[in-house]
């Protein structure tokens, strides 16, 4: 899952854990030096309060002042200096002590420069200054003490930018032993976590498919377990409606599907009845009006004009009788007469009785068929008027090198028949309706052999009664219509 809930805290806790880390390394680089300089000048004021009070008391010369000096010394990481006011060292932390008196003597006398002043009083002044020698910053306090003694204490700054750069170390070391402990910690964690939502999502898209079989099993009493158990009634209620209404939709739907079907049958009917029969009615009405205003002078035109009548009444009768059969196909009520015949033989004598037009159209009949095909199982009256049709429609389509190739051969039980004939392939997105009534690849062409789309749907209402297959196939320089029968008896 791209989003699941485990990478997301594995993700939050990563971030977290890296960005808590920086901050620290961050907050010590800003600010611990800061802060760290704060104390050490604290330090320095509070070391020179405690030595201030000694020497007001004279106790400065003392072994235990000696102790406590060197104590706060060590304590706070400084190196003091007092004189009296001739200069003579009274305590020393350092053992070279004339660079101290030097300096403090610099500081007095000559007003040596400094870097930053960090605070000032009457009787001493807290500063931030560089050694040269040493090549360190210092933090220092200089200043005269209630008994006229001079007083110098400094503290290195250096030491704090180690322990800084040592702090963000360590810190780094922390933050990676902490993220690894964490996220094998996250990755048990979530996992306990998230696998019961992911059964959750598991249901819930079971449910979106209708498949409420599945229940929550997760137990346990939180706010997850509820859901769940939640979920588990809700699929069974889901189960019960949806059963409900799937079984009143369906209802609905078949009624709906009958009336939309009956419907449309009905005003496809009506609608290709009237354009198949709306020409022939036209011209018989056009014809039958100029015989009787004799338009015709003379007997000739008059012959034309009823030949003209009889020619398309005779379509239309063809029309209304190809109608009839088909309804009568479609709706079982025309039952088939099964019985044995020569297959070969009911083909050649199509081909015999279609010789003449053959001939008119200039084509070139080319008739096959194997050895052991001899006879089918089948209605003879019907399958002759498939042949037909296929041959009619090779004949009238038959172009290019004018060619129609029949084919008739056995595979085991079944008998094959092919009528082929050379033109143009049929476009694909016509084949799935070339078996609709009154649908016309080239409507212009049809029409001027008198088809009118009925053929081949009748076709398949006798092959569909039959119960056997039938079917067109493209060829790159024709088409090939083909059906097949039983060569044994069906029971």
């Known amino acids: 899952m791209k989003h699941s809930i485990r990478k997301q805290f594995m993700l939050i806790f990563s971030a977290t854990t890296v960005s808590t880390i920086l901050l620290c390394i961050l907050a010590n680089s800003i600010f611990l030096e800061p802060f760290y300089i704060n104390q050490k000048e604290k330090a320095l004021t509070d070391a020179y309060e405690l030595i201030d009070e000694s020497s007001l008391d004279g106790g400065l010369k003392t072994d235990e002042f000696s102790v406590t000096l060197e104590q706060v010394a060590a304590k706070y990481n400084l190196e003091m200096l007092v004189i009296d006011a001739d200069t003579n060292t009274l305590h020393s932390t350092v053992k070279d002590s004339k660079i101290l008196t030097d300096r403090l003597l610099g500081y007095i006398f000559s007003n040596k420069s400094v870097d930053e002043v960090l605070y000032l009083t009457d009787n001493y002044t807290v500063q931030r200054n560089s050694d040269i020698r040493m090549h360190t910053d210092y933090i220092e306090l200089w200043g005269i003490l209630s008994g006229s003694e001079l007083i110098l204490m400094r503290s290195p700054v250096e030491g704090i930018k180690s322990s800084v750069r040592i702090a963000n170390r360590l810190l780094v070391y922390i933050g990676i032993i902490v993220l690894v402990i964490g996220l094998i910690m996250n990755v048990y964690l979530s996992g306990r976590l998230s696998n019961p939502i992911l059964q959750l999502v598991d249901i819930s898209e079971r449910m979106c498919k209708l498949d409420f079989d599945v229940k929550y099993t997760g137990g346990g009493n939180n706010e ?268």
């Open 224 to 491: 997850i377990a509820l859901l769940g158990n939640h979920m588990n009634k809700l699929s069974k209620i889901l189960e019960s409606n949806i059963s409900e209404l799937k079984t009143a939709n369906t209802n609905l739907i078949n009624e709906l599907d009958k009336k939309s079907e009956a419907e449309e049958m009905r005003k496809e009917f009506l609608s290709n009845v009237s354009h198949e029969l709306k020409t022939p009615i036209a011209l018989i009405q056009g014809y039958s009006e100029g015989l009787k205003d004799c338009v015709n002078t003379d007997e000739e035109s008059r012959d034309f004009y009823c030949d003209v009548i009889i020619d398309e009444a005779g379509k239309m009768n063809k029309l209304v009788k190809n109608l009839l059969e088909l309804n009568q196909l479609e709706f079982g009520n025309d039952n088939i007469f099964v019985e044995r015949f020569d297959i070969v033989e009911l083909v050649a004598n199509c081909i015999q009785a279609d010789d003449i037009l053959i001939k008119q159209n200039g084509i070139k009949v080319d008739f096959w068929h194997s050895d052991d095909v001899m006879s089918v199982w089948a209605d003879e009256f019907k399958i002759e008027q498939v042949v037909n049709n296929y041959l009619s429609n090779a004949i009238h389509y038959c172009k290019n090198e004018k060619r129609i190739s029949v084919r008739i051969q056995r595979r085991e039980d079944i008998v094959s028949v092919g009528i082929f004939n050379s033109g143009d392939p049929i476009p694909e997105e016509s084949i799935p309706h070339l078996w609709t009534k009154f649908y016309k690849v080239d409507k212009a062409r049809t029409r001027e052999y008198g088809g009118s789309g009925i053929g081949l749907s009748i076709v398949k209402a006798i092959m569909d009664s039959h119960n056997r297959e039938y079917g067109v196939i493209n060829h790159e320089n024709g088409v090939e219509f083909w059906f097949e029968l039983d060569a044994k008896q069906v029971v």
